[in-house]
């Protein structure tokens, strides 16, 4: 079993509309979780850090579950410059770890 | 913020050359590098760890003499893949952070990444 998991998607879903990814991790020493935006062909950059207590930027609100090993990204009113592949990221041991990501298309 | 400078942004070489990467933070001292590939449409692989002054960790099937890691300053982290191969095509990026109290909250920084074609 792979340490970080991911649905690879694709997910197509209409613009304005609502859309939740999940990621499951399978050390529970895991330390901090993260949620990484990545663009075609570029590298990720940090979309937010997800705490315990779940916390939202804007449309994006990130969940911790400790007790199941999940986190989960909420996106609300999805825009077009959503589209992109959304990597879950867990620091364990001073490594961080990537799931293969989620993509996400949005239509017009 | 934290900003990465990886360079070159691409590089086209000859099998059996050997390429440097280079990775620098710009402003602030990274104490630990971490060095990734990815294939297309893959996820990104962790492929070693460098921390300041000492030998660099690697992942597992990741072959140490060929990818040979230096991490000599705070601010610089290089990776030379060494007697390059066509299958050695990918995109390579690295990742620096501080350790200080900020990381949690911003992360890790990536440069832009170098894509190396082998031919």
């Known amino acids: 079993r792979k340490e970080v998991e991911q649905d690879p998607g694709p997910f197509n879903v209409p613009e304005g509309a609502t859309v939740a990814f999940n990621c499951t991790y399978s050390?529970?020493?895991?330390?901090?979780f993260f949620w990484y935006r990545q663009d075609c062909r570029k590298e990720p950059k940090l979309l937010m850090s997800?705490?315990?207590s779940g916390n939202e930027d804007g449309r994006f609100t990130a969940q911790l579950n400790r007790a199941s090993q999940y986190i989960s990204l909420l996106i609300r009113d999805s825009k077009l410059s959503d589209s992109a592949t959304y990597l879950c990221v867990v620091n364990r041991d001073d490594k961080i770890i990537f799931g293969k990501g989620t993509r996400l298309h949005i239509l017009p | 913020g934290a900003v990465v400078s990886q360079h070159p942004s691409w590089v086209i070489c000859k099998s059996g050359t050997s390429v440097k990467i280079e990775c620098r933070s710009l402003d602030f001292q990274a104490t630990t590098m971490f060095w990734y590939r990815q294939f297309p449409k893959q996820s990104l692989m962790l492929m070693a760890t460098?921390?300041?002054?000492?030998?660099?960790?690697?992942e597992q099937g990741v072959e140490k003499d060929k990818f040979l890691i230096n991490h000599a300053s705070l601010t610089l982290s290089t990776l030379t893949v060494t007697s390059a191969h066509p299958e050695d095509s990918s995109f390579y990026i690295c990742?620096?952070?501080?350790?200080?109290?900020?990381?949690?909250?911003?992360?890790?920084?990536f440069g832009s990444g170098t894509r190396l074609t082998v031919v």
């Open positions: 997800v705490y315990s």
């Open positions: 990742s620096a952070g501080d350790r200080g109290p900020s990381w949690l909250a911003y992360g890790y920084t």
């Open positions: 050390n529970s020493a895991s330390q901090s």
């Open positions: 460098s921390n300041e002054g000492s030998k660099a960790t690697y």
